[in-house]
């Protein structure tokens, strides 16, 4: 039996190889295999890096979403009305930056939007979602009924895409054992378990901008906006929208109409930024105290406008807003009042089993106390 189904299961990564796309059920499938550890770890990481060399089209993606949160995720229902936002990169990006994606969502909840997080470690960066959120004093591991109440109660949670509390079976197996991006950077993203139907999300190339958006439709989705950002004379770019280039998006309106466009940070009325005001620090804790402050409004310059943008868009698609440039206002104001640090504080008091052991670890932070 087992013989037998690792030949079939190698058909698949033949068939990738030689740039043969996969049908969604055919996609779906194949990833119940990987999630089931049915074949042998060598097939799954062949069969992973062989259709990320091949490029994903919309329906593999669909069909390893949809495996995946049928056979591995946690489901939260929520009784509150108010509509749940998230905001995500896939990763694989070519120029990596602070954790942006972060601090555009506790902007976006320090104005009244409810953020529902689902990130991961850094696979191809020095810094990741829930990376940062440790660092700052945020309970990772925790049960998704914490996250719920968070969301609830602090206007945002962050579910661990790595921790067996959130996908028991096998995605923190697998996403622990790969060093490279692959399609889980999408359709693992994917996989919240609360379902938002709102979402701002970055991708890793222009290419992917169309067939992202399109699988976010297809899997729900009311509204989304799917954007790449590019670097002035470089090839590189960023899963964020960018201060340092044109950003090229696809927005998915409520009437299902897709649209495309472009725009640069000048017309918003921000500047364009040298890049490598946007990297990271590889010293965890110097990172972490810069986030801190920049949420306490005692920073301007390049990673302020990055923040800024990118919650301005949340704010646009989420809050009823006329315009990306009211999102970006209203971001400015809440940056320069320090609002959003009351939200991060919140946010770690509540998402927490301890919560006097992470609003230490946080004030040690804005104290540079911690090394």
């Known amino acids: 039996m087992q013989t037998a189904v690792n030949r079939e299961f190698g058909g698949l990564i033949t068939r990738l190889v030689q740039k043969e796309n996969l049908s969604r059920e055919e996609a779906k499938g194949a990833f119940y295999t990987i999630l089931r550890n049915e074949t042998t770890d060598m097939q799954q990481g062949a069969f992973l890096a062989a259709m990320t060399a091949k490029g994903e089209t919309e329906e593999e993606v669909a069909g390893s979403w949809e495996a995946i949160y049928e056979l591995d995720t946690v489901k939260v229902v929520s009784d509150d009305p108010r509509p749940i936002v998230e905001n995500c990169g896939t990763g694989m990006d070519t120029f990596k930056t602070f954790n942006i994606s972060t601090a555009a969502s ?22 990741g979602t829930v990376d940062m959120a440790e660092a700052l ?46 399609t889980l950077n999408i359709a693992a993203s994917l996989a919240n378990p609360a379902m938002p139907k709102i979402g701002v999300r970055g991708v890793y190339a222009k290419e ?22 590019g670097i002035d004379n470089s090839l590189k770019g960023m899963d964020e929208a960018s201060v340092c280039g044109r950003t090229y998006c696809a927005e998915l309106k409520e009437d299902g109409e897709i649209t495309e466009y ?10 364009t930024c040298n890049p490598s005001d946007l990297a990271p620090v590889p010293d965890m804790d110097r990172e972490a105290r810069d986030f801190v402050a920049l949420l306490r409004g005692e920073k301007d310059g390049a990673r302020f406008e990055a923040a800024a943008l990118n919650a301005g868009l949340i704010f646009y698609l989420a809050g009823n807003l006329p ?18 640090f009351n939200t991060l504080e919140n946010w770690v008091k509540i998402q927490n089993r301890d919560p006097k052991k992470g609003v230490g670890r946080l004030w040690a932070l804005t104290k540079g106390g911690i090394h």
Do not use: W
């Open 208 to 229: 992917m901008i169309i067939p992202v958006v399109r699988v976010m439709k297809a899997i729900g989705y009311e509204r989304a906006l799917v954007l790449y950002g």
């Open 262 to 271: 472009d725009f640069r940070s000048e017309d918003y009325g921000l500047t």
């Open 323 to 340: 315009s990306i440039q009211d999102g970006v206002d209203k971001a400015c104001s809440l940056l320069k009042q320090g609002s959003a």
């Open 106 to 127: 506790i902007i976006a909840a320090s104005g009244g939007i409810r953020m529902a997080r689902h990130g991961a470690r850094a696979i191809t960066s020095l810094c």
């Open 137 to 182: 004093g945020v309970d990772v591991e925790c049960s998704v009924d914490v996250v719920a109440e968070s969301i609830n109660r602090a206007g945002i949670g962050l579910f661990n895409g790595m921790s067996a509390e959130i996908h028991p079976q096998a995605l923190g197996r697998i996403l622990s054992n790969i060093h490279f991006g692959s």
